[in-house]
């Protein structure tokens, strides 16, 4: 049989009932839920993905309205986009809530469109989306733009601080230098008390400024290994006559705690802020909990950390005051009863430590501090020897000093003349180049500031180094630390922070030249 010459058939055309049968498992099996209402709000159709989002039945949800399933506060919202769509025949797309059998409530986003018969608008149809995970994502990554903006301003003001520290740290060296030298100089008592005030109140403003460095993370921190229970112990009884007798304090260790490298003294000062914080906000008194506990991953990047809880019954904090909590200065207290430096301090020491500190509490529910910092696994060290009171050691070496601010330099010239050594002074670094090199004989120290205009004390002293080898150096800053840092000074290093006393000066300057510490 030969081939055929007829055309093959034309495939034949769909049928209404394959379409419909199509149209019916695409809107069973859709993934989202998929309905249909009349224009009074009552559901007419609904799939499973319709029945699982909400948790009821289908028989359930056709006895139902838009207003069994959606909260209150949406209703105004739905009536007015149908009256709009009525009117311009629009699709439309927005978000809302649906309210589950079990009455939790789920976030969607619903795209609806008028169903027509004859050309005449007789239902709605929808989908509804659930956006939970949407959601969630955008409010972590709002939290996470909150987070940095507070980090950025926080860091901008701790860089202030740290400015207006190093500013007051070089007038307070000469108050304070100079002040010492003329107490020993008066033989009048009268005098010699009047003095003592000064210095006080030089003292005082010294710790204001110790404040502000902390807060900026430009303070020098002492670290040892730390036993934190026995640290809280031993401070519990001066917190116990600082609270008052109408705060109770308790204190709490679970377990065996793991060592930490923190400074003791700065340690014991943001206990102590945060203990005078809890009691400020219980004016009619309360309790206060110290719970110290170890975390397996509790400090930066997961490794295991101590934690110290500090938890009052106090009056607590909004949100607006929780935000602005450790910015220097801010305060809810009256005029004339806080600094605003407290909590400041605590945020400043714990992040210098390498730690970090969160903080829980509603209004009227009381507020829980939690301290976290990384545990070590070095042994105990034992505590530095204090100062002896002997008299200031006297030298005959010379020494170049390069200072900028001129009150600095004249005190620590004229501390260093009455100690016996020849001294050349410089107001840059320049200047003191200058110097060096029209002597005979190198010198045998330089003292010297890290941030001066023309260039650094490291800058100044390797240009002396590459003449003199065998020229020693003591560094001097306002800024604390963060200077050496900043500056790419070893840890090693002769440092002398500002303000210092005529003997602390006298005393660094001797153990450099003899090789005595770094």
């Known amino acids: ?18 379409s419909e049968e199509r149209y019916r498992d695409y809107f069973e099996n859709a993934k989202d839920a998929i309905y249909v209402h009349d224009l009074n709000g009552r559901y007419t159709m609904v799939n499973k993905a319709g029945e699982q989002l909400i948790g009821y039945t289908r028989e359930e949800i056709l006895q139902m309205r838009i207003s069994d399933v959606v909260p209150r506060r949406y209703l105004d919202q739905i009536h007015d986009r149908l009256k709009k769509k009525l009117a311009d025949h629009s699709p439309t797309i927005y978000e809302v809530e649906a309210i589950r059998k079990d009455g939790t409530r789920v976030p969607v986003e619903v795209s609806s469109r008028l169903i027509y018969e004859n050309g005449v608008p007789v239902a709605v ?22 987070q940095l903006q507070q980090s950025q301003k926080l860091e901008a003001i701790g860089q202030l601080a740290g400015g207006v520290a190093h500013d007051f740290n070089n007038m307070l060296t000469a108050i304070i230098g100079y002040t010492d030298l003329l107490s020993d100089d008066l033989r009048s008592p009268e005098h010699r008390t009047d003095v003592a005030e000064i210095r006080k109140a030089a003292d005082r403003a010294a710790a204001l400024t110790r404040q502000l460095l902390a807060f900026s993370r430009r303070q020098v921190l002492q670290p040892s290994v730390v036993d934190l229970a026995a640290l809280v112990d031993g401070v519990a009884p001066m917190l116990r006559r600082l609270i008052g007798e109408d705060v109770e304090l308790s204190t709490r260790v679970k377990g065996r705690l793991r060592r930490v490298r923190v400074d003791p003294n700065q340690f014991e000062q943001v206990l102590l802020n945060l203990v005078v914080n809890a009691r400020d906000a219980m004016p009619k008194g309360g309790s206060v909990s110290i ?98 009171a002997a008299p200031a050691p006297q030298g005959h070496e010379t020494i170049l000093l390069a200072e900028d601010e001129p009150a600095v330099r004249s005190f620590t010239r004229s501390v260093l003349t009455r100690c016996g050594y020849r001294v050349l002074d410089a107001e840059d670094a320049t200047t003191a180049l200058r110097l060096v090199k029209g002597l005979e004989r190198p010198v045998d120290l330089v003292v010297t500031d890290v941030v001066m205009p023309d260039a650094s004390g490291p800058d100044l002293f390797a240009e002396i180094a590459g003449l003199y080898p065998e020229s020693r150096v003591l560094y001097m800053s306002g800024y604390p630390g963060d200077a050496m840092v900043i500056r790419g000074l070893d840890e090693g290093v002769a440092f002398l922070a500002k303000p210092f006393t005529a003997d602390r000066l006298a005393r660094r300057v001797r153990g450099v030249l003899d090789g005595v510490g770094p």
């Open 291 to 388: 719970e110290l506990a170890n975390a397996e991953r509790g400090a930066p990047g997961g490794a295991p950390a101590v934690e110290m809880a500090v938890t009052d019954s106090g009056t607590g904090m909004d949100p607006h005051t929780l935000k602005h909590l450790f910015e220097p200065f801010f305060t809810t207290k009256p005029l004339g009863k806080g600094t605003g430096l407290g909590l400041a301090t605590v945020y400043g020491i714990v992040k210098q430590s390498g730690g970090h500190i969160r903080v829980v509490s509603q209004p009227d529910r009381g507020a829980t501090f939690t301290v976290v910092v990384p545990a070590t696994t070095d042994g105990i060290e034992e505590a530095a020897a204090p100062e002896t």
């Open 1 to 18: 049989m030969g081939a055929s010459n007829q055309p093959d058939p034309s495939p034949s055309p769909v049928t209404l009932s394959q």
């Open 125 to 146: 149809q929808g989908s509804a989306r659930d956006i939970s995970e949407r959601k969630r994502a955008e409010q972590a990554l709002r939290a996470s733009q909150l």
